[in-house]
């Protein structure tokens, strides 16, 4: 019961703070419904922002998150770095532009594959793959405590499932008007 309403606060604070928000979530629209089609000249400074700023999460990410599809190879690349921290946050990015970054499937799953993986690699990993396969199931149970997870990976899942949620809701719109 205690972990249940523990991770009913880290949702609650969560949706009340609204997570990582990005330009077009201001918008009212999601990232995967305004991506740029071309590389925006500036991708290059904004990985290299989120290879090397540390275990903080830079904005460069919630840029890269609005960027969507043209981010995803650039970020695919920076799964194989050979520091756990860039392969977390890439896999934070990824997770967070959802089915945008089906693309990046493969190179998660390997990813979560490594021989030695930080602990941080083997929860936000097969979060990111279930908001990408848009699978609540995993997000959920991380969310009710329901796997071994840190406080952080809880608050990873309750910010995907606001955005998989938001989309839902998007879609569903556009289809009765």
Known sequence: MRSFIHSTLVLSCWLLVG?????????????????VQSVPAHLPQLIKELRTSGC????????????????????IELLDAPNWVPRWKAA????LMGPEAKEALPALEKALQREKPHVFERQFLPLAIAAIKVDTKPLIDCVEGKTKSSDAARGFAAELLRRVRLQETTDASRTTS
């Open 56 to 75: 903080a999460m830079p904005a460069s990410a919630a840029q890269l998150v609005g960027i969507g599809k043209p981010a995803v190879p650039a970020l």
């Open 92 to 95: 934070r990015v990824l997770g």
């Open 19 to 35: 997570g990582i928000s990005t330009a077009d979530d201001d918008a009212g629209k999601t990232p995967a419904t305004t991506s």
